[in-house]
């Protein structure tokens, strides 16, 4: 449980990982200054040592350029401006100081022969500086991000408890770990308690959704068998040509209604009860939508050619393939007109195509265009669409002014 808000934690870690920071960098600081006076005092000691019983002062005052050391006397005769100047071949810093003489100013020569450290020891000492900076520079690198995975502790929790739930099968043990209790009353338990709720959501419709789809197969399905059986006892009568005719076509009306009715059914199941694994053959189905579609063919003189260059086993849901493979049989009748033959279903291990004409023109232009989006073509096309895409197959057009392919591939 949290007691402050995830915004003030946040705030909170990034001051206390700044304060952290910059008490680190300024003790070592404060370190590296203490240690460069120690070592000038030091070196100052050692070269008095060296001359002991003869003491001298590395500091001088000269107030006449004659006075001064040979080295630099070329250098005062340019009457340098006020300030201070450091030669580096001969160690020498001097400052320039104005005075009340006849030269106007005064000079203090400090010798720093032997005080100051030699290139090499510089460079230990960069080298050594560098380490410590970046040593600090990790470590600060890595309290920083300590201190706000600590901070956001609760919403990787809260990332990783929805990783592992499944909305279409939430059980008891899911709603416990997803409870807004467990995040406290800031902002994660406000998004905790949101999520709850969408997955509460979720639930219920998953469930209205089985429920529904249940009634509906029952309610649907019920009237079309009573139908059905009675056109099975009418065909035991004696019927004229004509009550034959019409009987043909409640029947032909009835088998489309029943098929539109498993389709639907087939698209609103969450679950389909462990149909998507069954196997079952193509070509029995193709032969099968032709026979029930042939009626569209009447009076139009066009033959139906299957090019069975395979008849594969397939893998999947044989209501939603035999659905699937009735529309683009059923779209194919529909859009041929009369004398515009053959219609051609080629089956092939991993494809079907199904190929009609929409024009006799021999000598015409055409350009060939792949439709990814079937609208247009047949009202059962954006079915086919959305079955194919549920089922894990692919569904496409190629149309150009002479011909419309359908092509089912899984």
């Not at 199904?354 to 023109?361: C, H, L, T, Y």
């Amino acid at each position: 449980m949290y007691r402050r808000s995830l915004r003030k934690r946040v705030a909170i870690a990034f001051a206390l990982c700044v304060a952290v920071l910059s008490v680190v960098w300024g003790l070592a600081f404060f370190a590296a200054i203490r240690l460069s006076e120690d070592r000038v005092l030091s070196q100052q000691l050692e070269v008095a040592a060296a001359s002991y019983p003869d003491l001298t002062t590395n500091l001088r005052g000269y107030t006449e350029i004659a006075s001064l050391p040979q080295s630099l006397s070329e250098w005062a005769s340019t009457d340098p401006e006020t300030g201070l100047y450091e030669f580096s071949d001969k160690e020498l810093h001097v400052a320039v100081i104005p005075v009340d003489n006849e030269q106007k100013r005064a000079y203090v020569v400090f010798d720093v022969a032997g005080i100051e450290a030699a290139s090499t020891e510089d460079w230990w000492l960069l080298l050594m500086i560098t380490g410590v900076v970046g040593t600090l520079g990790f470590l600060g690198f890595g309290l920083g991000i300590f201190v706000m995975r600590k901070a956001v502790a609760p919403v990787m929790e809260l990332a990783e408890v929805v990783a592992g739930i499944d909305p279409r099968q939430l059980s008891a043990e899911d709603y416990k770990r997803i409870e807004s209790d467990r995040f406290g009353d800031d902002e994660v338990g406000l998004l905790a308690g949101t999520i709850e709720q969408t997955f509460e959501r979720i639930s219920a419709f998953v469930e209205r959704e089985r429920n529904f789809t249940d009634s509906a197969s029952h309610e649907l399905r019920t009237p079309i068998t009573v139908i059905s059986g009675a056109l099975e006892i009418l065909e035991q009568s004696d019927l004229s040509e004509k009550d034959v005719k019409t009987l043909e076509r409640v029947k032909r009306a009835t088998l489309d209604m029943k098929t539109m009715i498993e389709m639907f059914l087939c698209l609103a199941r969450e679950v389909d009860d462990g149909l998507y694994e069954e196997q079952f053959l193509l070509l029995p189905l193709v032969r099968s939508a032709i026979e029930q579609q042939r009626h569209l063919l009447r009076s139009k003189l066009v033959d139906v050619e299957i090019d069975a260059l395979a008849n594969p086993n397939i893998y999947g849901h044989p209501q939603a393939f035999s659905i699937a493979v009735n529309n683009l049989v059923r779209n194919a009748f529909e859009h041929t007109l009369e004398g515009q033959g053959p219609i051609t279903i080629r089956i092939k291990e991993q494809e079907l195509f199904i190929s009609n004409k929409v024009s006799n023109g021999v000598d015409e232009q055409h350009s060939v265009s792949c439709v990814s989006s079937p609208q247009g073509y047949g009202l059962g096309l954006g079915i086919v669409q959305r079955l194919c895409e549920r089922n894990g197959w692919s569904f496409s057009l190629i149309v150009d002014e002479k011909r419309v392919i359908a092509r089912l591939s899984w």
